[in-house]
């Protein structure tokens, strides 16, 4: 019979699903960042749970506060990629027996960092006793049905765009993880990537609000896992012609001889929004992300056939549907 | 420095409290069985947390199913207590590497028996690597402001009630954890209130819709526990007459000689709900939850002098604040 470490986590979530009776008239369909609730007058309420367990998911050097913070971090990027602002979270936390007051203390101010930097509240939770650091987060926004923004949407000739570079924090956990030399200054900077990430949430409360979107997906699974995400969800394929590489990441890839292209595309704990974009209301787009202080970086076209390639040198080589997985390292 | 083994959940819980912001004009305290967030038009959406831990809060014998459904009951108990629907579960699990296929399906078989037995559906969810199994599930529900039970309303004179007998789980418990002995038909009897709890959701919708009720709260910590609560939020004493002992625990309690009262004030993991009711409206109440084929039962009055107390054979006998604590058993 196979085990947990044998399916990995995609096969294992699907297990799971297929158990579950699914709610008629679903307003989000399930495997997406959230899940919705239809609560009438034309409003959803918008959830989304994530867990971080300190042995998996938790790096060295990586502090408490700062775990506690990213685990709120991660469940409002998810609301981010909807363009809904959080509203309230609840964690619930599995304890070691050996952590200290300090180290609680430590857990409660991070998961308040979280909240009250994208101007949320935590309301509540539950802690338990547990072998492992356990944080799980569930967050709760509400919206406008016509303002939630989709993964199922995107037609061939849309633009691409994504709300930053990549490749910093798989650059980062080569450092924490596999001990790669950095010089200082560039080492503080990949390692504060992994450790202290930023929700994009003003840029999708901006995005939401221009109707430009066709489809959005926050992408913490990695770039090309999330390409594939929005493939599979609308039908379409993708032409990328301008890889959103991180300069910190390139400097990273020269020092080691690794390819930035590749640190870019298959990381993972990177919470930017990857959208899809009409192309007459790009301009509309572009402008409202810059009038919340970011930009808005166009790296391809939706195209009708389902290929994901990347153009780079004026070669086309395919975009593989992989990203960083539960179990599937040992 | 003071470790979590030596802090007790409770301290842990008020360390956390501590360092967050509060919510201004929050609809429901910290601390309550629920946590809420006022959506406008006279509506609240209601949400909450609760995990458990395959190692401290799941005893042998319980299968995985039945421990991936009591996750799910413990949520809904909790929105039961305040009156209202759940309508949508998301669950977070920590899987051990270890699980088979098998296994993983009936942890999602057992979220979908918890959730649909009450008219819910799990939405969605997160899927971790643990040492531990770690089922974390969150509950939402929409409900009218005015029809939210509280905790803090009691006021002298008021009855108290509950909606079952006590006592079945502390002797299930004792069964299963001490290896206490029991004739098969009591045995199979008590495990199973430990193993397959339910929640008294129909009782709670029911209580809600008669506005009859002053306070109300989910017993899961105990009873004697739960009384306490409600006599710090509502600043009054209990006079308790007519201890609800579920006659298998005192079955149960004859056998080994030892106290039902006892295994039916200090146990936990119980779901029934606990209510004081206006005076006036008794009758009222009784019949709303007679007419879901349940029955609510008088258990006592509300006092204006805080103490709470018991009387049982003519004598008077304080009810202690204990129950059930993470970290406080080794």
């Known amino acids: 019979m196979s085990k947990a470490e044998e399916l990995g986590e995609r096969k294992i979530i699907k297990l799971i699903l297929n158990c579950l009776d699914q709610m008629p008239n679903m307003p989000v369909p399930f495997g997406d960042d959230v899940s919705a609730v239809d609560i009438g007058n034309e409003k959803l309420a918008i959830i989304k749970t994530d867990m971080l367990v300190g042995k998996t998911d938790v790096p060295p050097r990586m502090t408490l506060r700062q775990a506690a913070r990213k685990t709120v971090v991660m469940n409002i990027s998810d609301l981010a990629a909807k363009g809904v602002q959080p509203i309230a979270l609840l964690a619930s936390i599995g304890i070691p027996r050996n952590l200290t007051k300090k180290d609680i203390r430590q ?11 994208y101007n949320a509240y935590i309301l509540g939770g539950d802690t338990n006793e547990a072998s492992d650091l356990v944080l799980s987060c569930t967050a709760l926004g509400i919206c406008e049905k016509r303002h939630l923004m989709r993964r199922n949407r ?47 949430l003003r840029e999708g409360l901006a995005l939401a609000q221009t109707q430009s979107v066709t489809s959005s997906i926050d992408s913490s699974d990695g770039l090309a896992w999330s390409l594939h995400e929005i493939s599979r969800a609308s039908n379409v394929g993708f032409l990328i012609d301008n890889l959103p590489v991180a300069s910190e990441a390139k400097q990273f890839a020269k020092i080691h001889n690794l390819d930035s292209a590749e640190l870019s595309l298959y990381g993972g704990e990177e919470y930017e929004i990857l959208v899809t974009i009409k192309p007459r209301l790009w301009e509309r787009a572009k402008k409202a992300v810059e009038q919340v202080g970011a930009s808005l970086i166009k790296i391809g076209v939706v195209t009708k056939e389902k290929a994901l390639l990347l153009k780079a040198e004026g070669e086309k080589v395919p975009i593989e549907a992989r990203g960083w997985e539960h179990f599937k390292t040992v």
């Open 107 to 117: 857990i409660g101010r991070g998961l308040n960092d979280g909240a009250r930097e």
């Open 154 to 200: 995107a037609k061939p000739s849309d633009i691409v765009a994504v709300t930053g570079f990549f490749g910093k924090t798989s650059s980062g956990l080569k450092i924490l993880l596999e001990h790669f030399f950095a010089p200082p200054k560039l080492r503080r900077e990949l390692v504060q990537a992994v450790c202290v990430p930023h929700a994009r």
